[in-house]
């Protein structure tokens, strides 16, 4: 009865390569989120959909790209992954776009050698 | 641009004591803001939430206050234990017309002794 998943939980990979990481969200949430943490553990936004329309999009390199099929799924393509990319993705989902509690999902280490 | 500082150094307390994190911020006024808690190789999972309208909010050994004059909360943890060691991330909301959007500070890492 996972509240927020994703899959995988670790992606290693080579420059150059395309990856794909999915979120799932059983809450019945409207809105959902992709962050990255990086070494210093700072948790950035990336993108946000309110019932698969994007709301929110940081200063994102176009390589980035989220997907959301359906308001309970929030996928996030990168493509020609740098070594820069190496971060620790999270996927977050709140109850619409003014609810301010977020659940984060477990996480994906991505590792790009 | 909004800019949320946490004490940047680790915090060891012993057990049983209050361990009390600051989070500051600039050049904003948020609504609300929020701790959350982030154990090694897990997502953040959401402790509590303040408003800019409250002083002080408690749940059973939490305690947040928020000072929007001093642009500062703490996070206190009553009468800590082992079990209490994690990352604590204070987060703001951010100026986002469309909403949700939390900006994050870099977390405090609480190391609880027993």
């Known amino acids: 009865d996972t509240a927020v998943s994703q899959t995988p939980k670790y992606l290693v990979t080579q420059m150059g390569n395309d990856k794909s990481i999915k979120c799932e969200q059983n809450?019945?949430?409207?809105?959902m989120y992709w962050y990255k943490q990086d070494s210093k553990k700072f948790l950035k936004i990336m993108f946000s959909?309110?019932?698969?329309?994007?709301?929110i999009n940081e200063t994102v390199p176009n390589r980035f790209s989220p997907k959301s099929p359906d308001k309970a799924h929030l996928n996030l393509h990168i493509n020609s992954l740098e070594l820069g990319d190496s971060a620790v993705y999270f996927c977050a989902s709140s109850q619409d776009r003014t609810q301010e509690t977020q659940y984060f999902g477990p996480g994906t280490r991505l590792l790009v050698l | 641009s909004q800019k949320i500082e946490q004490n940047s150094e680790a915090l060891n307390i012993q057990e049983g004591k209050t361990a009390t994190l600051t989070c500051n911020y600039t050049?904003?006024?948020?609504?609300?803001l929020q701790w959350y808690r982030q154990d090694p190789g897990r997502g953040p999972v959401f402790l509590l939430l303040i408003r800019e309208n409250e002083k002080e909010k408690r749940k059973e050994r939490l305690k947040v206050t928020f000072d929007t004059t001093l642009k500062q909360s703490l996070f206190h943890i009553t009468a800590s234990q082992p079990a209490d060691s994690a990352t604590y991330l204070c987060?703001?909301?951010?100026?986002?017309?469309?909403?949700?959007?939390?900006?994050f500070g870099q977390g405090t890492e609480l190391s609880v002794k027993p």
């Open positions: 959909y309110n019932n698969k329309e994007l709301i």
């Open positions: 987060a703001l909301e951010g100026i986002y017309n469309q909403g949700g959007k939390l900006i």
């Open positions: 809450l019945g949430h409207d809105t």
């Open positions: 050049n904003y006024s948020p609504a609300y």
